[in-house]
């Protein structure tokens, strides 16, 4: 039986696949941690507070659990990142460290580390961009996740870590709040939607990127877990995509179920970060290893966002 911890399990993404895991392994079988207290999602799992950085903190836990698998979640995001690029490398880069040495110390069985489009830059081929080509991230965040997936492929190749990664692109979810990245603008603005409030955009409105529901996102990690060793074949990061759109996209989206909507643009320092990133991705290499499919476009995107926000936020009054 699989032991799972995952770190980071408060943020966007370590809330909703906390509970998917917790189904495919047993509730009583994860652990989820985080340097904060856990919040409605998660509490019905054991709970570590774990600082990443804190080396005898991360074994303990290990030890105390007997964990098999680590889904390490936690780092600082890209526009958080630029505000503290000096914090932003130190918890990306030391956090990673320190479970790829507690992997290969302790022999766990697989680790779970997400990279992102970020580490594609200014010169990288901006249309349908390839598994491998040129990476020139410009912010603190792409850097650390190029340099991540470098460390990644070395455990792998000189101690026999199997350690799996994506690629992520800008994640859309509505059941966690959003954690200080370039494209949180299109998790915003179904609050404000819904809220009947217009909505003032940080990013141009012909900023075309590629995104993901949160729920492709899960689905997409538990897949790669969860295939055979034997198929995957690329041990730095695989590129994944499902849909990409503007904000002016993502708006008329929301009109056909809330025609009075409305948005502005005033775009800021997150504009030349979201310039610096492609406008879709070639995911080939992931779909012939692994099978890898999304199941959401734009418009079931938002339908689901749009029926399932009102109930979460009465649901969170009530607590």
């Known amino acids: 039986m699989e032991k799972?911890?995952?770190?980071?399990?408060?943020?966007?993404?370590?809330?909703?696949?906390?509970?998917?895991?917790?189904?495919?392994?047993?509730?009583?079988?994860?652990?989820?941690?985080?340097?904060?207290?856990?919040?409605?999602?998660?509490?019905?799992?054991?709970?570590?507070?774990?600082?990443?950085m804190n080396v005898t903190q991360l074994n303990a836990v290990i030890e105390n659990h007997q964990i098999t698998q680590v889904y390490h979640l936690a780092a600082i995001l890209s526009a958080k990142g630029?505000?503290?690029?000096?914090?932003?490398?130190?918890?990306?880069?030391?956090?990673?460290l320190n479970v790829l040495e507690a992997a290969k110390t302790y022999k766990l069985n697989k680790i779970y580390w997400p990279s992102s489009i970020a580490v594609f830059g200014p010169t990288t081929p901006r249309t349908n961009t390839p598994q491998d080509t040129v990476m020139d991230p410009n912010t603190v965040y792409?850097?650390?996740?190029?340099?991540?997936?470098?460390?990644?492929?070395?455990?792998?190749?000189?101690?026999?870590?199997?350690?799996?990664?994506?690629?992520?692109?800008?994640?859309?979810?509505?059941?966690?709040?959003?954690?200080?990245?370039?494209?949180?603008?299109?998790?915003d603005i179904y609050h404000?939607?819904?809220?009947?409030?217009?909505?003032?955009?940080?990013?141009?409105?012909?900023t075309y990127l590629p995104m993901m529901?949160?729920?492709?996102?899960?689905?997409?990690?538990?897949?790669?877990?969860?295939?055979?060793?034997?198929q995957i074949k690329v041990r730095s990061s695989y590129n994944v995509s499902a849909i990409s759109f503007t904000p002016e996209q993502i708006v008329k989206s929301i009109q056909k179920e809330i025609p009075e909507f409305s948005a502005t643009y005033n775009p800021d320092f997150r504009q030349a970060?979201?310039?610096?990133?492609?406008?879709?991705?070639?995911?080939s290499v992931?779909?012939?290893?692994?099978?890898?499919?999304?199941?959401?476009?734009?418009?079931?995107?938002t339908r689901t966002i749009l029926e399932g926000l009102p109930e979460l936020l009465e649901s969170f009054q009530k607590v």
Request: aromatic share 12%.
């Open 4 to 52: 799972v911890l995952v770190i980071g399990a408060c943020g966007q993404l370590g809330s909703e696949l906390t509970i998917e895991l917790g189904k495919l392994h047993g509730d009583e079988n994860v652990v989820a941690s985080d340097i904060t207290k856990p919040n409605a999602a998660i509490r019905k799992f054991k709970f570590e507070q774990l600082d990443i």
């Open 82 to 96: 630029e505000e503290n690029p000096q914090w932003a490398w130190n918890l990306n880069m030391t956090g990673l």
């Open 142 to 187: 792409g850097i650390s996740k190029l340099a991540g997936e470098r460390w990644c492929e070395y455990y792998f190749e000189k101690y026999g870590v199997d350690v799996r990664s994506l690629r992520y692109p800008g994640l859309i979810g509505y059941k966690s709040l959003p954690g200080g990245g370039t494209t949180d603008y299109a998790v």
């Open 192 to 206: 404000k939607a819904l809220n009947g409030e217009p909505f003032e955009c940080f990013l141009s409105k012909d």
């Open 213 to 230: 529901y949160m729920s492709d996102a899960i689905k997409a990690t538990i897949d790669l877990m969860e295939a055979p060793q034997e």
């Open 273 to 283: 970060i979201a310039d610096s990133w492609p406008d879709s991705i070639d995911d």
């Open 286 to 301: 992931a779909r012939n290893d692994w099978g890898w499919q999304p199941a959401y476009d734009l418009d079931k995107m």
